[in-house]
């Protein structure tokens, strides 16, 4: 079961936030549990594929890639690969792009340096 991100321009006023057109949908990030945007990447962190619930033939892990076109580039791999929640549920990047995990098991945050 994926959980698919949902793509619509920004909201740019008006009485609601959910008015926009529909552009699509992308599968290839599995299930996010949160998403970051800078400049034209998406970065989403997928902290369920293979954990409590199973998702086969995904893992979990942080996916980078184009905001044009969705292609995943990169993966941030779980660093625990365990049953139960250990990989980022939510996460951000700063300007050098290094990309910040935040891990609801282990409580922590990471820091992946961009090379």
């Known amino acids: 079961m994926t959980c ?3 793509i619509k321009p920004p909201h740019l006023g008006g009485d ?3 008015e926009g057109t529909y552009l699509g949908e992308w599968k290839q990030f ?3 549990s949160g998403v970051y945007i800078r400049g034209d990447m998406i970065y989403v962190a997928d902290s369920e594929s293979n954990g409590v619930v ?3 033939g995904w893992k979990r892990g942080i996916r980078i890639g184009g905001l044009k076109d969705g292609k995943v580039l990169y ?3 779980d660093p625990l690969e365990m049953k139960g929640t250990s990989a980022a549920e ?3 990047v700063d300007a050098k792009g290094n990309v910040y995990g935040g891990e609801v098991g282990p ?3 990471v820091k992946h340096v961009k090379q």
């Open 107 to 109: 409580r922590q945050l």
């Open 90 to 92: 939510g996460l951000a």
């Open 4 to 6: 698919p991100i949902r």
């Open 16 to 18: 609601s936030p959910r």
């Open 54 to 56: 199973p998702h086969p």
């Open 75 to 77: 993966r941030i791999p």
């Open 30 to 32: 599995s299930r996010p």
